[in-house]
C-alpha cells in the first residue's frame, strides 16, 4: 500500500474522518468550557547538605546525594507532613469534606485523617530545581490564593517535621550513648578491680603505659658503664702530668749535676724537689691502681646484679604480659567511654538546636493563570486523537470493504496488465436531462410497488 493509495482512501472515506475529528473538537470545548480551573502554586526549600554539621561535622558524600534528595522528596509527599497540614488548613474540621469521605467510604468510617492526608498528597508534586540544592514543592487548588496558601502551609510543616525528626533522632542516639558509656564504664571498673587483685596476688606493679618496674631497673642495670679500660685511662690520665714533671726534673738534676757538681746547693735543692715529685708519682700511681681495684669489684657486683634482675624479670614475665593484656583492655574500655560520653554530648546538643538544615527560599506567589484546562493543549490532543481515530476508522472499512482504487490495485488484484483507464463519465446529468426519473424516484416507486 503506497501513501498515493492512502490518499485516495481518505479523500473517498472523508466523512469518515471529518466526524470523529469535529466530535474530538466538540468534546475538547466542552471540556474547556464546563473543567474547573485549577492553580498551581509552588515553594521552594534549599537542602544545606553543602554545608558540615554544625556539632557532628559531618558531610554528606556526594555518591547519596541523589538517595538524600529521594528521601526528602518521599517525606514530603508522606503522611507525617500530609496529616499536620490538613489538620492547619481546617480538612478535618470541614463539614463538605466529611461528607466527601463519607460518600467515598460508603458510611463505614474509617481512618478520616489518613483519607484528609491523602487527598493533599493527591494535589503535591514535588521535584528538584535542575543543577542546584533546591527542591519545589507544588500544590493544585481551584483557588490561586488556596493554592498560595496551602503551598507555603507544606514548605513550613515540612520544615518542622524535619527538625522535629532531627530532634527525636538525637534524643535516641544520645540515649544510645549514654547506654553505651554506662556499659563501658562498668567493664572498666570490673576490669581495674580484676588488674589490682592480680599484682596483689603476683606483687606485680605497672608503671604508667604498662611499663614493668623491674624491667625499667634491668634496663637502667644494663645501661653502658665505665669499663675497666675507661677508668684506667683516666687514672693514668690523673697521673701523667705527675710523671712529665718528674721526667723533666730527672733531665735537668742530670745537666746540674755534670755543670755544678752533685754538691752544689741547687743541685741539692733539685733533688729535694725531685724526690717530691717522685712521692707524687707514686701516690697518683697507688690511687690509680684502687681505682681499678675498685672498678673490676663494681663491674662484677654490677654483672651478678644484672643475672639476678634478668631472672627475676623473666620469672615473672607471665604475670607482666597478663597485667598488660588488662592495661590494654583497660586504656580500650576509658577510650570507649570518652568517645561515647563525646558523642552523647553531641547528640544532647544536636537536639537542643534549631537548625534543621532546610532553608525556605522566597515567598510564595499567588498564580495568575490556571494550568487546567490549557486550551491550545486540549485543542492539540483533540485534533491528533480524532485524526488518528478517523484514519484508523478508515483503514479499517477499507479492509472489510475492498474496492480497486488505482489502476497499479488492479493489477496486483487480477494479475493482468491494464492497457488504459477511461475517465470517469457522470451519468446523472444527462438522464436528468433526457426526462428519466432520478435514482431517489426510483427507488421510492420500487418500495411502493414492494409493498402494495
Not at 85 to 98: K, T, W
Not at 296 to 301: D, F, M, N, R, S
Not at 414 to 439: E, N, T
Request: hydrophobic content about 45%.
Amino acid at each position: 500500500m503506497t501513501w498515493s493509495l492512502v490518499v485516495r482512501i481518505l479523500w473517498a472515506r472523508r466523512l469518515l474522518v471529518l466526524l470523529p475529528l469535529v466530535a474530538c473538537l466538540l468534546a475538547g470545548l466542552y471540556v474547556i468550557a464546563v473543567a474547573p480551573k485549577q492553580y498551581q502554586a509552588s515553594a521552594r526549600v534549599a537542602l544545606n547538605y553543602i554545608k558540615p554539621d554544625p556539632v557532628t561535622g559531618t558531610v554528606i558524600p556526594s555518591k547519596m546525594v541523589d538517595a538524600y534528595i529521594t528521601s526528602q522528596v518521599r517525606t514530603i509527599r508522606d503522611i507525617q507532613v500530609a496529616g499536620p497540614v490538613a489538620q492547619r488548613i481546617g480538612g478535618l474540621d470541614n463539614p463538605a469534606l466529611i461528607a466527601a469521605y463519607d460518600a467515598a467510604t460508603g458510611g463505614r468510617g474509617g481512618d478520616f485523617e489518613r483519607w484528609a492526608a491523602n487527598r493533599v498528597v493527591a494535589s503535591t508534586t514535588v521535584g528538584r530545581v535542575a543543577d542546584s540544592n533546591l527542591i519545589e514543592i507544588r500544590f493544585v487548588s481551584t483557588s490561586p490564593e488556596a493554592a498560595a496558601d496551602i503551598a507555603n502551609v507544606i514548605r513550613d510543616a515540612y520544615i518542622e517535621t524535619t527538625l522535629e525528626g532531627r530532634r527525636r533522632s538525637a534524643e535516641g542516639a544520645a540515649e544510645l550513648q549514654l547506654k553505651l558509656a554506662e556499659r563501658a564504664r562498668d567493664e572498666l571498673l570490673a576490669l581495674q578491680v580484676e588488674k589490682a587483685g592480680l599484682e596483689k596476688q603476683t606483687g606485680v606493679v605497672l608503671a604508667d603505659g604498662g611499663i614493668d618496674i623491674e624491667q625499667e631497673r634491668l634496663g637502667s642495670l644494663t645501661a653502658p658503664p665505665r669499663t675497666l679500660k675507661t677508668r684506667l685511662r683516666l687514672g693514668a690520665a690523673a697521673r701523667g702530668p705527675y710523671e712529665v714533671a718528674l721526667a723533666r726534673a730527672d733531665a735537668a738534676l742530670q745537666s746540674l749535676q755534670a755543670s755544678l757538681g752533685p754538691q752544689h746547693p741547687t743541685v741539692i735543692q733539685k733533688q729535694r724537689e725531685r724526690a717530691i715529685l717522685a712521692a707524687q708519682v707514686a701516690q697518683a700511681a697507688s690511687r690509680a691502681d684502687r681505682t681499678a681495684r675498685m672498678t673490676a669489684l663494681e663491674e662484677q657486683l654490677k654483672a651478678t646484679m644484672i643475672e639476678a634482675q634478668k631472672e627475676k624479670v623473666i620469672s615473672r614475665s607471665d604475670e607482666v604480659l597478663t597485667l598488660r593484656v588488662h592495661e590494654d583492655e583497660i586504656s580500650q574500655k576509658r577510650r570507649a567511654f570518652a568517645d561515647a560520653m563525646k558523642r552523647a554530648l553531641q547528640m544532647r546538643q544536636l537536639a537542643t538546636m534549631e537548625e534543621s538544615g532546610l532553608s525556605p527560599i522566597g515567598e510564595v506567589v499567588v498564580p495568575s493563570t490556571p494550568i487546567y484546562p490549557n486550551p491550545p493543549m486540549i485543542i492539540g490532543v483533540c485534533i491528533a486523537l480524532g485524526l488518528a481515530i478517523g484514519v484508523l476508522g478508515c483503514l479499517l472499512t477499507e479492509m472489510l470493504r475492498l474496492r480497486v482504487r488505482s489502476a497499479d490495485q488492479l493489477e496486483v488484484a487480477v494479475g493482468l496488465r491494464v492497457l488504459a483507464v477511461m475517465p470517469q463519465i457522470k451519468m446523472a446529468s444527462r438522464s436528468r436531462a433526457a426526462g428519466a426519473p432520478s435514482r431517489g424516484r426510483v427507488s421510492f416507486w420500487r418500495r411502493r410497488a414492494a409493498t402494495a
